[in-house]
């Protein structure tokens, strides 16, 4: 029996769970992100062993969680917005609140004690803190309109935690997930061991080199990267300097093609 994939907007249904804002139905949400997510479980498979203790920094609504679940791992989920409650993330709590393996730290990855997060009322998955992001880089607009218009958006307070915070905690995870909307480099600083492997967003004019640099002086590094959402690697892994130089060369401006992660592994 051939599956049917249920629409990305799929309508929400009465007295059923809903999405952020009731835009769709929650069960029918997670079915279409599972499918969407699963070919990159074949990415993440060389880095996470079941059992093994693993971060997801800027869990989010969890889609990346749902793939280090389905390898076995232990995740700590750590996001400004579960601070919050299910007000701007409910899809997470729907699919992992009575998961023992995950557990949710609702802070911040940044040094000091508080800071001020953008959330985007209408997009809160685009939510950020840093500033700069949000008001220099070409990928911070979609559809014609800025992810980080004034008004659009909530401005809230939220505590912090270091990488070295959540390691004192939780314990060195075996891989580390660091997708925080343009603060890549600065939430890499808080670390001051080297982690066995990880990946950090990037977006062609935005890319993460002060956390790439900040991880090869603690410690021999391979590189390579993935773009998109496409689950495969566009490379082999390489040194830091060689990986920069391909992606400079291949990298388009904007759209598929400018955007994906780095993945980094200890040797």
Not at 14 to 34: F, V
Not at 64 to 77: E, W
Not at 100 to 107: I, L, M
Not at 226 to 240: H, M, Y
């Amino acid at each position: 029996m051939q599956t049917v994939s249920p629409p990305k907007r799929a309508a929400p249904v009465a007295n059923k769970p809903t999405t952020y804002r009731g835009l769709n139905d929650m069960a029918a949400w997670w079915e279409w992100s599972i499918e969407v997510e699963d070919h990159s479980v074949g990415t993440f498979r060389p880095f996470v062993k079941p059992g093994d203790l693993v971060f997801d920094i800027g869990a989010n609504r969890g889609r990346k969680t749902y793939i280090l679940r389905k390898l076995g791992a232990r995740v700590i989920a750590v996001d400004p917005l579960f601070a919050f409650g299910g007000e701007f993330v409910p899809e997470f709590a729907w699919k992992f609140g009575a998961d023992r393996n995950v557990v949710t730290v609702p802070k911040a990855v940044c040094a000091g004690r508080e800071t001020e997060i953008s959330i985007n009322r209408f997009m809160p998955y685009v939510s950020s803190i840093d500033t700069a992001w949000m008001t220099e880089s070409r990928h911070a607009a979609k559809f014609g309109e800025p992810y980080y218009a004034p008004q659009s958006l909530i401005k809230r307070k939220v505590g912090c935690i270091t990488l070295d915070g959540l390691i004192g905690i939780y314990g060195m995870p075996a891989f580390m997930k660091v997708d925080v909307e343009g603060h890549e480099n600065a939430a890499l600083k808080t670390l001051s061991v080297p982690v066995k492997a990880l990946n950090m967003e990037f977006h062609q004019d935005w890319m993460p080199l002060e956390a790439m640099a900040h991880l090869d002086a603690m410690g021999p590094y391979q590189w390579t990267y993935a773009l998109d959402n496409q689950g495969t690697f566009a490379t082999e892994w390489t040194s830091r300097e060689h990986l920069l130089a391909i992606m400079a060369r291949k990298l388009t401006k904007e759209g598929q093609g400018s955007w994906g992660d780095i993945y980094g592994r200890l040797l």
